[in-house]
């Protein structure tokens, strides 16, 4: 991510925040127009053109997307494109980070870090569901739509709509890998962070809450636990963290013990 970007992004984020009426259908809004501006290069390029004058790219977005979505919508993709993006695609994953941030915003009561980990670790059990929301063949529509059918009664609406927005659009990515990022950006939005825990065998609400306790200590921030049983582990917990991982599991010292016997 270019340095261009990254205050592109704080930029949007700050606007959003500063939002009224962010509710489900601005995010549904900010995705379709993600979708959008992604499949046309023309727009893209239009809009992300740092060379071109502020003004003209705000009127872009105002006859393209102004009469069609709500006001609050309007307003933050004018903050996006008024932005310096180091890429077009920079530009669309803005639109889309500000989709997710909106649903967010807009389901404060909804868990929606937790159901989408639980949706990626259905993904990952089901290879033939990967397969058919991650392959390249098949209507994007119809991924939204398989999505939205395997969600229905299993998760709130936020976390249906980001799941199923996601797949809709991969940009060149796996669908885990949309979820993890989209876990993130929800948790950083609700000024959390979240952990993964394998462990051998499931932990008892005890043992998460204390461990939640001490993560969130450690780190200075509010910390949320995704937990998955990983008979591999054998003993102990791994932890992965942002981009650390914490291994004080028996297989990992096994494998630093045989490490070390080979010399």
């Given at each position: 991510?270019?340095?261009?970007?990254?205050?592109?992004?704080?930029?949007?984020?700050?606007?959003?925040?500063?939002?009224?009426?962010?509710?489900?259908?601005v995010a549904g809004e900010l995705f379709a127009a993600a979708r959008a501006v992604g499949d046309s290069s023309q727009l893209s390029g239009a809009l992300a053109d740092s060379a071109a004058?502020?003004?003209?790219?705000?009127?872009?977005?105002?006859?393209?997307?102004?009469?069609?979505?709500?006001?609050?919508?309007?307003?933050?993709?004018?903050?996006?494109?008024?932005?310096?993006?180091?890429?077009?695609?920079?530009?669309?994953?803005?639109?889309?980070?500000?989709?997710?941030?909106?649903?967010?915003?807009?389901?404060?009561?909804?868990?929606?870090?937790?159901?989408?980990?639980?949706?990626?670790?259905?993904?990952?059990?089901?290879?033939?569901?990967?397969?058919?929301?991650?392959?390249?063949?098949?209507?994007?529509?119809?991924?939204?739509?398989?999505?939205?059918?395997?969600?229905?009664?299993?998760?709130?609406?936020?976390?249906?709509?980001?799941?199923?927005?996601?797949?809709?659009?991969?940009?060149?990515?796996?669908?885990?890998?949309?979820?993890?990022?989209?876990?993130?950006?929800?948790?950083?939005?609700?000024?959390?962070?979240?952990?993964?825990?394998?462990?051998?065998?499931?932990?008892?609400?005890?043992?998460?809450?204390?461990?939640?306790?001490?993560?969130?200590?450690?780190?200075?921030?509010?910390?949320?636990?995704?937990?998955?049983?990983?008979?591999?582990?054998?003993?102990?917990?791994?932890?992965?963290?942002?981009?650390?991982?914490?291994?004080?599991?028996?297989?990992?010292?096994?494998a630093d013990l045989r490490q070390r016997l080979a010399g």
């Amino acid at each position: 991510m270019g340095s261009a970007t990254t205050q592109a992004l704080a930029a949007t984020t700050s606007a959003l925040g500063a939002a009224s009426g962010v509710d489900l259908d601005v995010a549904g809004e900010l995705f379709a127009a993600a979708r959008a501006v992604g499949d046309s290069s023309q727009l893209s390029g239009a809009l992300a053109d740092s060379a071109a004058p502020v003004e003209a790219r705000r009127q872009v977005v105002a006859g393209v997307f102004g009469p069609a979505v709500k006001p609050t919508t309007a307003s933050l993709l004018t903050t996006v494109v008024e932005q310096r993006w180091s890429s077009a695609a920079d530009l669309v994953d803005g639109i889309v980070e500000l989709g997710v941030r909106a649903a967010a915003i807009a389901a404060p009561e909804a868990d929606v870090e937790a159901e989408l980990f639980r949706f990626s670790r259905t993904v990952a059990e089901n290879p033939e569901l990967e397969l058919a929301l991650g392959g390249r063949l098949g209507d994007s529509a119809a991924k939204g739509t398989l999505v939205e059918t395997l969600l229905a009664g299993r998760a709130s609406a936020a976390a249906t709509l980001v799941a199923a927005s996601l797949v809709r659009q991969p940009r060149e990515r796996r669908v885990r890998q949309l979820l993890a990022h989209a876990m993130k950006t929800v948790a950083d939005q609700r000024g959390r962070t979240v952990a993964t825990v394998y462990s051998a065998a499931a932990l008892s609400d005890l043992q998460i809450q204390r461990l939640a306790k001490t993560l969130s200590a450690r780190y200075g921030a509010s910390v949320t636990l995704n937990t998955v049983v990983d008979p591999t582990v054998v003993g102990g917990l791994r932890v992965q963290i942002a981009d650390n991982v914490i291994d004080a599991t028996v297989s990992s010292r096994l494998a630093d013990l045989r490490q070390r016997l080979a010399g």
